[in-house]
């Protein structure tokens, strides 16, 4: 059976057809964060199969496999690549009406020309078309990028990573534009016992310098900033449940990093005022550096511990989280704000529950110095599918300024996953000419084109100061 996915894929009146059509379809990406190997972009990786592009990594499908009674053989395990893309496609019929129904189709039509339903029926043929595209230099890394407008993206990078695939792409790629963006997580994850300990001594040999104090730990992550910065970075990220913020010296950090050192275990309330202090050094810097900092909040990580041990983490067993937000994020943002100190910010959540708490929240602390400074950022991880753009595009619209959003983005580890950018805008402009059609805006195709040009594109180009 053929696909699904038509020219006006989503698109449910004339308006929206006209807005996506003659505004967004044809837009460079800017995709500002995403999980993609700079390695394999800089070596133009040649992927060997369709497996190992489409299914290696990505948690979404194997949660998929794993909800139809799939063994993990076929997942995670020791199966052939073939194997597992037959798994995948005795599956795919079965997840109708979850967004991985959409996308597969979706990419496998943009991608490789396929407009088949993928099924265990078609699996093999479609695997084997794939995997000879694969080999054609238009299929390699660069020519998928290439093929998707991809202008400029943004990798996730650890202040350990001495950046050596950035250099060489900046040197050897003229046409891609790839810079860092400065994740400090494990720099303050000071919960992982022995682990943490392991991380500072590779941040001392990046650095050349030990850290014995906290002082010293500060030091040396403002010298990898600094080292980003010339590299070109001129984002940060966070991945966290929450926000923390204290009104008072509850602790010395200086002595609970000494705690750390000599193995001793901190507790909650110690852990969490190390993370608040580090964070906010973190976002001055960020601030004194011109960048914009993201805040990722809300998911609950690693819930499945027998499988995690026997897997690992990032394999499929995170979910959405309950924790209490504003207060705490209102804290830390005014904190920074007070002395005006509050970088560029995007704060984006995974609860839907927390949605015009994080909108609103945004609005606090836009003080008309930058378009759209601080942004309640695209629907995430869970929430980017239709229903959770849709209510984030609504939220945003209802409390804040939609018109200054900077847009969609992949958080993607898999170079086939640019076609979400064509979903957002897509279902962008559907929202809007949804609107039109039922009176409740005017049908100007230059302002709304605009508008949605704005969103997709040209914000983003304006809001993060890339370099060049």
Same mark, same amino acid.
């Given at each position: ?22 505004? &967004? ?16 972009? %800089? ?9 190992? $592009? ?9 949660? &998929? ?20 893309? +037959? ?61 998707? %407008?991809?202008? !400029? ?18 040197? %050897?790629?003229?046409?891609?534009? $790839? ?30 310098? *030990? ?31 929450? !926000? ?64 995690? *041990? ?23 943002? %005014? ?21 015009? $708490? ?30 959770? +753009? ?6 945003? *619209?209802? +409390? ?7 847009? +969609? ?6 170079? !086939? ?42 914000? &983003? ?8």
């Amino acid at each position: 059976m053929k696909t699904f996915i038509s020219e006006n894929y989503l698109l449910h009146n004339d308006f929206g057809k006209e807005l996506y059509h003659d505004y &967004a379809r044809k837009l460079p990406i800017v995709d500002y964060h995403n999980h993609l190997s700079p390695n394999e972009i %800089n070596e133009n990786r040649v992927f060997e199969n369709i497996s190992q $592009v489409w299914l290696a990594g990505d948690h979404y499908k194997w949660r &998929a496999m794993r909800a139809l009674g799939i063994k993990e053989e076929y997942i995670t395990g020791k199966a052939s690549d073939k194997e597992k893309f +037959m798994k995948w496609a005795e599956t795919v019929p079965y997840t109708v009406r979850n967004p991985l129904y959409q996308w597969t189709h979706l990419e496998l039509l943009r991608y490789f020309d396929i407009d088949d339903l993928l099924t265990n029926q078609n699996g093999e043929e479609i695997y084997d078309t794939a995997t000879a595209l694969l080999q054609q230099s238009s299929h390699h890394t660069l020519g998928l990028l290439e093929q998707r %407008n991809v202008e !400029l993206l943004c990798t996730t990078d650890d202040p350990i990573d001495m950046l050596d695939d950035h250099k060489a792409i900046a040197q %050897n790629n003229k046409t891609l534009r $790839v810079f860092p963006a400065f994740r400090p997580d494990k720099a303050y994850a000071v919960g992982n016992g022995p682990k943490y300990l392991e991380y500072i001594a590779k941040l001392e040999s990046a650095v050349g310098s *030990s850290i014995t104090s906290f002082d010293d730990l500060l030091s040396a992550l403002e010298n990898r900033i600094d080292y980003f910065h010339e590299n070109g970075s001129r984002l940060a990220d966070h991945g966290l449940e929450r !926000l923390y913020h204290y009104t008072v010296q509850e602790f010395d950090c200086d002595v609970l990093f000494r705690k750390l050192i000599e193995g001793k275990k901190l507790s909650k309330d110690e852990i969490s005022f190390f993370k608040s202090r580090t964070l906010l050094f973190l976002s001055k810097s960020y601030h004194r550096k011109g960048w914009t900092q993201q805040f990722h909040l809300g998911a609950i990580r690693d819930n499945n511990k027998r499988l995690l *041990s026997k897997l690992g983490p990032d394999t499929g067993f995170d979910s959405i989280g309950d924790f209490s937000q504003a207060r705490a994020l209102g804290g830390f943002l %005014n904190e920074l704000d007070s002395s005006n100190q509050l970088a560029k910010t995007i704060i984006y959540n995974l609860n839907p529950s927390d949605n015009e $708490v994080f909108a609103t929240m945004a609005g606090n602390f836009n003080d008309g110095s930058i378009k759209g400074k601080v942004q309640f950022g695209a629907a995430w991880w869970f929430l980017d599918q239709k229903d959770g +753009m849709e209510k984030q595009l609504n939220t945003l *619209s209802n +409390m804040g300024l939609l018109s200054c959003s900077v847009g +969609m983005l992949t958080d993607s580890r898999s170079f !086939l996953s640019f076609p979400r950018h064509e979903y957002f805008r897509r279902i962008l402009c559907n929202l809007i000419g949804n609107d039109v059609a039922n009176g409740e805006l005017p049908p100007d195709h230059k302002w709304l084109g605009k508008i949605v040009q704005d969103i997709c594109y040209n914000n &983003a180009k304006s809001y993060f100061n890339f370099p060049g």
